[in-house]
């Protein structure tokens, strides 16, 4: 598996951020096993990394069981050779992790595509994956179908030159109808399932715009120039404003009967390897489109 640094940190810290199913000890042990090189070379987890860098981890490090190929209707919006986008239902993990090896994206892409008709260099439990949504975020994803395509489209996330804009429904009016939040995100102390605002993380930038509003309630679009890990769910949360239905982030008491937030990745744009512009849009779900109207946004 290959990542590439967008970070100048620690490199132990910068992987156990990205690859959350890797406890920070382990990934200390396999960096000192030589299991984890940069740049092809022999590093200290002290090591600091610098933008570009290339991130080896053997492969060996994600073995898991034998992941089979299912049937699990997916939603194609576009494809070539090279890649395809896709709309992601709720209550779809995107690659296996633990015990779940059954029911997740890369499953139906397994049925889809088939393992030669995947990516591979992502770790052979997430063929095709180049970024993710959490489980019941909806909407745009790109999947790579060949090596080639991964390292080009990774390139593209790591130096922040894909477009991801999202709708969500949150508490509250704004006072400023648009603005710039820039902070830094770390794992909670208190609880390592959660994301907090803490200094000694990485640098999150959110951009949204208040699309509608009724009372207690608005519908904003969110632009995220970086991408931690439930950036947007954690920093409207950081100035007043969770999503509608998040059970854990904020929480704020409402009358739906919602356990998830309403989030959706209706936009996806970034340049091909041949210079072309390629722009997606996505149309809300129908449950995102139902609590709208109940609530006039």
């Given at each position: 598996m290959i990542l590439i640094a967008d970070d100048l940190i620690r490199v132990?810290?910068?992987?156990?951020?990205?690859?959350?199913?890797?406890?920070?000890?382990?990934?200390?042990?396999?960096?000192?096993?030589?299991?984890i090189k940069v740049n092809d070379k022999k590093i200290k987890p002290s090591f600091k990394l610098q933008m570009g860098d290339e991130i080896f981890i053997d492969d060996s490090l994600f073995e898991v069981q034998e992941i089979k190929a299912e049937d699990i209707p997916l939603d194609i919006v576009y494809e070539n050779n090279d890649y395809a986008i896709i709309n992601k239902q709720k209550n779809l993990i995107v690659h296996p992790a633990g015990a779940?090896?059954?029911?997740?994206?890369?499953?139906?892409?397994?049925?889809?595509?088939?393992?030669?008709?995947?990516?591979?260099?992502?770790?052979?439990?997430?063929?095709?994956?180049?970024?993710?949504?959490?489980?019941?975020?909806t909407g745009l994803m790109v999947i790579a179908k060949n090596n080639e395509s991964y390292r080009y489209l990774k390139t593209?996330?790591?130096?922040?030159q894909v477009r991801k804009e999202y709708l969500a429904?949150?508490?509250?009016n704004f006072d400023e109808k648009c603005g710039r939040i820039e902070n830094f995100m770390d794992r909670d102390p208190h609880n390592r399932r959660k994301m907090a605002v803490r200094p000694s993380g990485r640098r999150a930038i959110s951009e949204y715009e208040v699309l509608s509003e009724t009372d207690g309630f608005s519908l904003v679009k969110v632009h995220i120039i970086t991408g931690r890990t439930h950036q947007i769910r954690v920093h409207m949360t950081s100035i007043n404003h969770p999503?509608?239905?998040?059970?854990?982030?904020?929480?704020?008491?409402?009358?739906?009967?919602?356990?998830?937030?309403?989030?959706?990745?209706?936009?996806?744009?970034?340049?091909?390897?041949?210079?072309?512009?390629?722009?997606?849009?996505?149309?809300?779900?129908?449950?995102?489109?139902?609590y709208k109207n109940i609530l006039g946004l």
């Open positions: 132990d810290k910068y992987i156990s951020d990205e690859l959350d199913s890797i406890p920070r000890e382990k990934i200390k042990d396999f960096i000192k096993a030589s299991l779940i090896v059954t029911g997740t994206l890369v499953n139906a892409l397994l049925y889809k595509y088939g393992y030669d008709g995947l990516s591979h260099i992502g770790g052979d439990d997430r063929p095709g994956i180049v970024h993710r949504l959490d489980k019941d975020t593209l996330f790591e130096t922040r429904i949150v508490f509250g999503l509608l239905g998040d059970p854990v982030y904020g929480n704020f008491k409402h009358k739906f009967n919602l356990d998830h937030p309403l989030l959706h990745c209706a936009h996806l744009s970034f340049e091909d390897k041949d210079g072309n512009e390629m722009v997606f849009d996505k149309e809300v779900p129908e449950e995102f489109e139902k």
